[in-house]
């Protein structure tokens, strides 16, 4: 069964940081995008970033360029988010999502999404 666990979410003052990790289960990294994505109330999941798990593309939306990295531990079965220079309108659920891909580009899951996680919560505040 494919699974994927975030973890790592909690509040955060403006300007700080925190790591996002999303770890698979049920399934390798290789041939799968992985993508980082967030929901606030009242508005449509905006999709952040992704990473092939080939590791071969990375890709960022322009409101985290930057600020946010993706990277993959293929040993690890792990994807993060390492996240910086936080701001308020950073606050959401943060969900990772799978899809499988075999090519190299990451993109693809902006389209579809086979599996979610549950979600974790990212509350940037003082």
């Known amino acids: 069964q494919l699974q994927l666990v975030e973890s790592g979410g909690g509040l955060v003052q403006p300007g700080g940081s925190l790591r996002l990790s999303c770890l698979a289960s049920g399934f390798t990294l290789d041939n799968y995008a992985i993508g980082w994505f967030r929901q606030v109330p009242e508005k449509e999941r905006e999709a952040l970033s992704c990473?092939?798990?080939?590791?071969?593309?990375?890709n960022y939306k322009d409101s985290v360029k930057g600020r946010f990295t993706i990277s993959r531990d293929r040993a690890a079965n792990t994807v993060y988010l390492q996240m910086n220079g936080l701001k308020s309108e950073d606050t959401g659920v943060y969900y990772c999502?799978?899809?499988?891909?075999?090519?190299?580009?990451?993109?693809?899951?902006?389209?579809?999404?086979?599996?979610w996680g549950q979600g974790t919560m990212v509350t940037v505040s003082s």
């Open positions: 990473v092939h798990g080939s590791g071969r593309t990375t």
């Open positions: 999502a799978a899809v499988q891909s075999f090519g190299s580009a990451c993109t693809v899951i902006y389209s579809g999404v086979d599996t």
